[in-house]
Every structure is written in structure tokens, then in C-alpha cells.
């Protein structure tokens, strides 16, 4: 199978598939054991908002990966099924988008348990839960994109043929079932479960991608990890 990688390149995209459902996990696991839905997770800031904040910071990192992720796996795609490959990622993307919006607005509310309190939060919420915003649109991308992708990536054994395909289309589909919105604790037996399909699926495409070719140069490695924290800092003067 002959795949052409321009943007982002091989190392972004076997990257994002490889860490991107590993930060999704590691962000639901930190949080496990409180209450899913908002009150509850606004309580659980309250009663530890370092934990909180960092389970947040994980679940988000790990959306943002995802997008080369998919980008990575429509490349394979496209090789056959062109159509499949454009739709599937565009979706995807789309509801990624939509999940990044969300996070946004946790981060928010999180601020307004520690300005107003834990109860004047939870009723602002509350008030506030069902306000129109743009990015209502994309939830039908949040839950369908993925299963477009699978589907594609079945039709053109874009993780091979046999079992090992099939299970891997069928763990890639999975993700749809992530919960949608703001304040989501997603560690419910149904949300661990898409998480798991998740990283069953784009883990080992990651390894393979980024073993399929040579190492990146030392210096190109040193100055992506200094600019992690030197951006950082930077957006803390932004």
C-alpha cells in the first residue's frame, strides 16, 4: 500500500495516534470515582482542584492528538477509498473541534468554583447548561466520525485483513460512544470502554508509523521537547 504523508508528516501523526488515547485514559482513570455529570464534577474540584485540573489537562491533550491520529489512518484510507478517507477525517476533526470547545468551557467553570464557590457555580451551570452556541453543530461529528472512519478503514484493510482488521475497525468504532459535552467525567464503563477501543486501534497504527522510516535527528528531537514548556511560558505572558 503506497501512502503519501505531506501534513503533518509521519512523526506528528504517529505521535498523536500513540499518545492521544493514552492521555484520553490517563485523564479519565484520574478522575475515576466521581459522578459523571456536572455537579459532581464541579464538586470534586472543589475538594481537589489539583487533581481535577490535571485530569482535565491529560483528557484535553489527548483530544488535540487525535486529529493526526486520524489524519494518519485516513492516509491509509485514501489509498483505495479516497471518499471514505475525506469524510471519515473531516468529521472527526470536526467533532474534535467540538471536544476542545467543551474543555474550554470546563476550564471556565472550574474558575468559577474557586471565585464564586461550589454552589453558586454548580446554579450557574445549571442555568446556563443548555445556552446556544455555534459548536452545537458538530455533535452529530463527535458521534459519527468515528464510525465513518471505521468503516473505511474496513473497506480498504487499512489494519489488514483477517481478525486482527476487523477487531481493530470494531475498536476504532467504539470512540463514538465518548460522551459529548461540558463537565464530563467519562469514566463510566461505557466511556473506559471507548477509550480502550481507542488505543486498540490507533496505538499500534502509531508505532507503526513512526517505524516506518528513518529516526528524526537529534536536534529536531531536543528543540520539539524545549518548545513544550517554552510555549507555555510564553502563552502564561500572552
Given at each position: 500500500?503506497?501512502?503519501?504523508?505531506?501534513?503533518?508528516?509521519?512523526?506528528?501523526?504517529?505521535?498523536?495516534?500513540?499518545?492521544?488515547?493514552?492521555?484520553?485514559?490517563?485523564?479519565?482513570?484520574?478522575?475515576?470515582?466521581?459522578?459523571?455529570?456536572?455537579?459532581?464534577?464541579?464538586?470534586?474540584?472543589?475538594?481537589?482542584?489539583?487533581?481535577?485540573?490535571?485530569?482535565?489537562?491529560?483528557s484535553?491533550?489527548?483530544?488535540?492528538?487525535?486529529?493526526?491520529?486520524a489524519t494518519?489512518?485516513?492516509?491509509?484510507?485514501?489509498?483505495?477509498?479516497?471518499?471514505?478517507?475525506?469524510?471519515?477525517a473531516?468529521?472527526?476533526?470536526?467533532?474534535?473541534?467540538?471536544?476542545?470547545?467543551?474543555?474550554?468551557?470546563?476550564?471556565?467553570?472550574?474558575?468559577?468554583?474557586?471565585?464564586?464557590?461550589?454552589?453558586?457555580?454548580?446554579?450557574?451551570?445549571?442555568?446556563?447548561?443548555?445556552?446556544?452556541?455555534?459548536?452545537?453543530?458538530?455533535?452529530?461529528?463527535?458521534?459519527?466520525?468515528?464510525?465513518?472512519?471505521?468503516?473505511?478503514?474496513?473497506?480498504s484493510?487499512?489494519?489488514?485483513?483477517?481478525?486482527?482488521?476487523?477487531?481493530?475497525?470494531?475498536?476504532?468504532?467504539?470512540?463514538?460512544a465518548?460522551?459529548?459535552?461540558?463537565?464530563?467525567?467519562?469514566?463510566?464503563?461505557?466511556?473506559?470502554?471507548?477509550?480502550?477501543?481507542?488505543?486498540?486501534?490507533?496505538?499500534?497504527?502509531?508505532?507503526?508509523?513512526?517505524?516506518?522510516?528513518?529516526?528524526?535527528?537529534?536536534?529536531?528531537?531536543?528543540?520539539?521537547?524545549?518548545?513544550?514548556?517554552?510555549?507555555?511560558?510564553?502563552?502564561?505572558?500572552?
Amino acid at each position: 500500500m503506497t501512502i503519501t504523508r505531506m501534513v503533518p508528516g509521519r512523526w506528528v501523526e504517529g505521535t498523536g495516534a500513540v499518545l492521544g488515547p493514552l492521555l484520553l485514559i490517563a485523564g479519565a482513570l484520574t478522575r475515576i470515582g466521581e459522578d459523571d455529570f456536572f455537579p459532581g464534577q464541579l464538586a470534586a474540584h472543589a475538594a481537589d482542584p489539583g487533581r481535577m485540573a490535571v485530569s482535565y489537562a491529560l483528557s484535553t491533550a489527548g483530544v488535540v492528538l487525535l486529529w493526526p491520529a486520524a489524519t494518519a489512518l485516513a492516509g491509509r484510507i485514501a489509498a483505495t477509498h479516497p471518499g471514505w478517507a475525506r469524510w471519515g477525517a473531516t468529521l472527526v476533526v470536526l467533532g474534535l473541534f467540538g471536544r476542545v470547545f467543551h474543555a474550554g468551557v470546563s476550564h471556565l467553570a472550574f474558575q468559577m468554583v474557586d471565585e464564586l464557590g461550589l454552589e453558586a457555580a454548580q446554579r450557574a451551570i445549571a442555568d446556563t447548561y443548555g445556552a446556544f452556541h455555534v459548536f452545537k453543530a458538530v455533535s452529530v461529528c463527535i458521534v459519527a466520525g468515528w464510525i465513518v472512519l471505521a468503516v473505511g478503514a474496513h473497506r480498504s484493510k487499512a489494519f489488514g485483513s483477517g481478525a486482527y482488521g476487523v477487531v481493530s475497525c470494531v475498536a476504532l468504532a467504539l470512540g463514538h460512544a465518548l460522551p459529548l459535552g461540558v463537565l464530563k467525567g467519562a469514566s463510566d464503563p461505557i466511556s473506559l470502554a471507548a477509550l480502550a477501543g481507542l488505543a486498540v486501534a490507533l496505538v499500534p497504527l502509531g508505532v507503526g508509523v513512526l517505524k516506518d522510516g528513518p529516526a528524526p535527528r537529534w536536534w529536531a528531537v531536543a528543540l520539539t521537547v524545549a518548545l513544550v514548556p517554552g510555549a507555555y511560558v510564553l502563552g502564561m505572558y500572552g
